[in-house]
């Protein structure tokens, strides 16, 4: 049989072997060790390794909940040199997270000074700050003292750590847990203790109970920020039951009255993990740009208390219009993912259901309530059968004092004496069976205490004190053995423990009641942009280098207006702010702009380009308003084309939406409103075709079809007209001109057309 010794690697000899299974080998390492040392936490106490070492080190530092705190920086310190060999700083921010009542549900580290906030700041650094332990922490670790769980030994061998705590109520749920290993993560919303004890105990009840009957004890979530939950209980359910899923949350919010009709939204309560600095930002943003034009003004008034106002543009807003708007574009309202994987016994990473963590927890409270009776009952021998040598020496005191004084092995003579006494025989297998001595002799352990015990306590060596304390012994010894023999007592006394847990710190305590609201979510009113805007009149102007304003009022467009130097005038027209305004580029993207956001007309505006991702090398090839229920006849200078609706034109996007497929080389050159039966075509060797509107196909995207054919050279414009009414353009001299008889240039669609007529414009275009 090969040994270890056999092994050329631990020879340290240099091994050939292929890099894929070496580096897969190690990899699955590290990956094992992320997940079961690091990321993942145990579904028996809902902690990951880092945290566990945290408490257990403050334990050994004795910073009880009644005591004194000590700096962070000692404890960070302890923990690092006694069982974590990690960074410091890592340390701290784990530990100042278990002091973060706006992170932990029920914070498990009392913190004395700068802990961070719910703005995002971070805490302060580990020499400012103290800490200790809360009482929650302490029922945590209740019963390590009595062989409660496993220890083993630390990084380097010179001291014990727990496995496990012992964990008198289900941690995991009560405050949840997050976390990224390699190749799975883990996600688990804080829940409320009171709930969690309730169902635990009602699965006490019945084991078979399905997640439904959970949810009656359990409806879902209790966020330490509260909030309103407004996820459908159905989705809920699902989420439970596979362990994934997602728990939408909004902002607690109400309506203050100012007087004289005046009134602004007070927000109360935000998101879970939204930070408030940020929230506020956004909500800036909103109203920089205009997203949410019915919002004028937002403020800060936090203290204490979280408090942010928002304020309404007018008095006569719908305070729910703008709250629905506010939940759909900022953090206002956030969606928390679940994702419930767990270490069962520390060991297999699995993504359980709210029965399976709930049934590993109580699994493992039954094995800690087994062991600490088996030590209890350890205890109990070892003082019954002290007791029992104590009985003996007061029986027999003055024989004692004798070998004491002139013996000169007092222990070994103690021991051979007969005292006359016979040893107290068990009367049934749950009662006290201690060592097996001969007739009236002491044992070791009793010779031992004898010789130990102070002068001063033989006056207090009564037979009835000390018969009256075996036979209590005796009637607890009783009671765990058959503790030990009944599963059903078993499971009534964790009930009995976990429900003196509900009482300690269960809803009828500040910390325990339930802080997030749990409701339906209205259905959002969907409400247009443009009818929450003052419709005024604006006249649009943009110039040849793209620069964008929008004029008060509708001026005349033959007024002469001012530019950059090098630029001039391209587009000019009359709108509304509540006119959404349609760019063509080059590129076949439509991008859409609101009148309302256009950058004032008293100087020379702003580039198109950064209020859309326009590139820089594309061209704008046109700018027109949108209307509903119009048709567009799109072509590129390949010469193909379609037609298409208005609302297929409109982008929701700075990205813009990509209408017509152009190649390299080929531009978007056309986008005319069909008026008409007719389409005519001219291209850049100015033949003109002419053919019905209904060979062009209505698409909302795409390449289109070929409207005339070119040898050389490419489409120059194309109009959709009525064919009855001719077709008209301008000549050179500037005069309108109108032929309405086009059967010359009339053909099927793609043929190649033939030479404009006479007087038709030389820049190919139909004006």
Known sequence: MATEDDDPKSQGLTVAEPLSRAIGERYLTYALSTIMHRALPDARDGLKPVHRRILYAMRELRLSPTGGFRKSAKITGDVMGNYHPHGNQAIYDAMARLAQDFNMRYPLVGGQGNFGNIDGDNPAAERYTEARLTALAEALMEGLTENAVDFRPNYDGTLEEPVVMPAAYPNLLANGSSGIAVGMATNIPPHNLDELIRGCQAMLANPAITIEGLMEHIPGPDFPTGGVIVESREAMREAYATGRGSFRTRAKWGIEDLGRGQWQIVVTEIPFQVQKSKLIEKLAELIETKKVPILADVRDESAEDLRIVLEPRARTVDAEVLMGLLFRQSDLE??????????????????????????????????????????????????????????????????????????????????????????????????????????????????????????????????????????????????????????????????????????????????????????????????????????????????????????????????????????????????????????VAENGRFFTLLGANLPGGRGMGEPVRLMVDLPNDTGITDMILFRAGEKYLVASTAGDGFVVSAEELVAQTRAGKQVLAVKDGVRAAVCHRIAGDAVAVVGDNRKLLVFPLAELPEMARGKGVRLQRYKDGGLSDAIAFRLADGLSWKDPAGRTRTETDLTEWQGPRASAGKMAPRGFPRDNRFG
Request: net charge negative.
């Open 334 to 583: 956030s969606r928390f993912s679940l994702n419930m994987n767990v270490l069962i016994d520390g060991r297999v990473p699995r993504v359980c259901s709210l029965k399976e963590v709930l049934r590993a927890f109580l699994d493992h409270r039954r094995d800690v309530l087994l062991r600490r009776s088996e030590h209890r009952i350890e205890k109990i021998d070892h003082r019954l059968e002290v007791l029992e040598g104590f009985i003996i020496a007061y029986l027999n005191l003055d024989r004692v004092i004798d070998i004491i004084r002139y013996d000169d092995d007092p222990k070994a003579a103690l021991m051979r004496e007969d005292w006359g006494r016979p040893h107290p025989r068990a009367t049934s297998e749950k009662d006290y069976r201690g060592p097996a001595p001969g007739e009236g002799e002491l044992t070791e352990v009793q010779a031992e205490a004898i010789l130990n015990m102070r002068l001063r306590s033989l006056r207090r060596l009564e037979e009835m004190e000390l018969r009256s304390e075996r036979d209590a012994l005796m009637k607890e010894r009783a009671d765990l053995a058959d503790l030990l023999e009944s599963e059903r007592l078993q499971w009534k006394r964790i009930g009995a423990e976990l429900e003196d847990i509900r009482k300690t710190f269960g809803k009828g305590t500040a910390l325990g009641a339930r802080r997030s609201v749990l409701a339906e979510a209205g259905e959002a009113e969907d409400v247009p942009v443009e009818a929450m805007i003052e419709r005024e009149p604006i006249t649009v102007i943009c110039s040849k280098m793209g620069w964008i304003r929008a004029m008060k009022g509708h001026v005349d467009l033959a007024v002469e207006q001012k530019f950059k130097d090098g630029d001039g005038p391209r587009f000019a027209f009359h709108a509304e702010t509540t006119d959404k305004i349609l760019i």
